[in-house]
């Protein structure tokens, strides 16, 4: 007797596919076969034929809770992941009250968001300029032993919880991560470029909306990762670039990994699909982000990055905010209102529609950059993201005809936001299973109680393949 049998699913094979019924036991995958007579199961759910992927993972959110939950809460959040064909996300420590910095500050965010989630998530480790001085880098390795997956550090402010670093604490910071074994991922843009042409461009008046990328320029990223590349070379740090947005990032990255070091990205959705001229004239603070829009040329080169191995994974930076307090209350302008996107409930769609449908990426290069790359990275791997027996039994389960469009009233997150509204898609999730649950059904939507979801320790150590193709 199985717990489950997933019928007519048809499985990446490397570039190929193959129909099959995926058995699952005990919440794992169990086996494959090709009929299913005269096996037994407590339930049969029907993938109809569709594309069946391992279980897409977005690395990189902000639920904002607890502390911020008027922007979003981990029930809205973990929804609207679902939603999206999401079966894990890996949270961010700056965007609750307090930051998750230490312990204490873990099992209390813990002990807030455990009754809310719908898919499963873990947590990134947090490590700041205060920190370094106040002499609390021990809190790094006790964070890593407790299971997180990797330390965010902020090079720009973030929010008043979470101080960014100045260039000689954000050395001092890889070094004490070094030691864990784990990445240490950089919000990449030089600080002192970023607050002189934000002050200048204010000073002549502009108040335009791509005034704002225009500010925090190319150089501002650029000069960034190099910076951290020269860290992670004296100091031996995994080095891990994210929400990168330009091209030209991507080719640091690839010039490091072809010299050896352990540098890897991730970029987004919306840096592939949209450039800031446009974007930001039409919607102004609702496509304001940091790091900013960039360009149609970086939306290129970074598809490159994403097929070449010089970008290793998607993420969406989920960072929503509340509409009539931090994005148009009245006396509002670009430059006061707050940096932020929602991305889980379409960054899988965009990515197999702009990507796989339109012949830009591959079936395997799409099946590593929304599951399997993600999961070793951060040593998930082969718990999560992968179709191995013993795996947990997550599968996206995607549509791959079905054409519709991004509606930003019609999502489970907060946000009624979009820069990507009314984008035209074709691809979309049919259903997404946890742990052989169907948690979102296109039909019926969100089909188990909050508190379904689990939190997710990194299992142990991996690396990712440093090989670039040419």
Not at 25 to 36: N, P, S
Not at 407 to 412: A, C, L, V
Request: hydrophobic share 40%; net charge negative.
């Amino acid at each position: 007797m199985y717990q489950v049998i997933v019928k007519n699913a048809r499985i990446p094979q490397g570039d190929e596919t193959v129909l099959t019924n995926i058995l699952i036991k005990d919440e794992r995958i169990a086996g494959f076969v090709d009929g299913i007579d005269g096996i037994e199961a407590e339930e049969i759910i029907d993938a109809e034929g569709h594309l069946t992927l391992p279980g897409c993972i977005d690395s990189h959110t902000h639920f904002m809770d607890p502390g911020f939950t008027h922007r979003e809460n981990f029930l809205t959040g973990t929804s609207s992941a679902a939603a999206g064909g999401l079966t894990t996300i890996v949270d961010m420590p700056c965007c609750s009250v307090p930051s998750v910095r230490s312990i204490p500050e873990l099992e209390n965010k813990l002990e807030k968001i455990k009754d809310k989630a719908i898919i499963d998530y873990g947590f990134w480790g947090g490590v700041t300029g205060e920190d370094v001085r106040e002499g609390w880098l021990h809190n790094v390795k006790e964070q890593a032993d407790y299971g997180v997956i990797g330390f965010k550090v902020y090079m720009t402010p973030s929010v008043p919880t979470y101080p960014r670093v100045t260039d000689p604490e954000m050395y001092e910071a890889f070094k004490a991560v070094a030691e864990t074994g784990l990445p240490i991922g950089i919000h990449a843009e030089n600080f002192a470029i970023c607050d002189y042409f934000v002050k200048k461009f204010q000073k002549e008046g502009r108040m335009d909306g791509p005034a704002w990328a225009e500010a925090r320029m190319e150089l501002a990223e650029k000069v960034a990762i190099q910076l951290g590349i020269s860290f992670a070379e004296d100091t031996g740090a995994r080095l891990h670039i994210v929400h990168m947005s330009t091209g030209i990032g991507a080719k640091l990255v690839k010039e490091a990994k072809l010299r050896g070091l352990d540098v890897t990205s991730e970029t987004c959705p919306h840096y592939l699909t949209l450039n800031y001229e446009e974007a930001m004239s039409e919607y102004g603070a609702f496509a304001k982000i940091a790091p900013p829009l960039r360009t149609k040329r970086d939306n290129k080169e970074l598809w490159e990055g994403l097929r070449d191995g010089s970008v290793d994974f998607i993420a969406t930076d989920h960072a929503p905010y509340h509409i009539e307090d931090e994005k148009a209350k009245k006396g509002m302008n670009i430059w006061t209102a707050f940096p932020g996107i929602p991305g889980v409930e379409t960054m899988v769609p965009i990515i197999v529609s702009e990507g796989y449908n339109k012949g830009r990426i591959s079936l395997s290069k799409m099946v590593e950059i929304l599951s399997t790359n993600a999961a070793i990275h951060y040593g998930l791997y082969p718990k999560k993201g992968s179709l191995n027996i013993g795996a947990d039994a997550d599968l996206t389960i995607i549509d791959l005809d079905k054409e519709w469009a991004i509606d930003q009233e019609k999502t489970y997150s907060m946000a009624k936001y979009n820069p990507l509204h009314g984008l035209k898609l074709k691809g979309k999730v049919a259903k997404t299973v946890v742990r052989g649950k169907v948690v979102f059904d296109e039909k019926e939507g969100i089909t188990v109680k909050e508190g379904y979801g689990q939190f997710v320790k990194r299992q142990s150590i991996q690396k990712l393949d440093k090989k670039i193709k040419f």
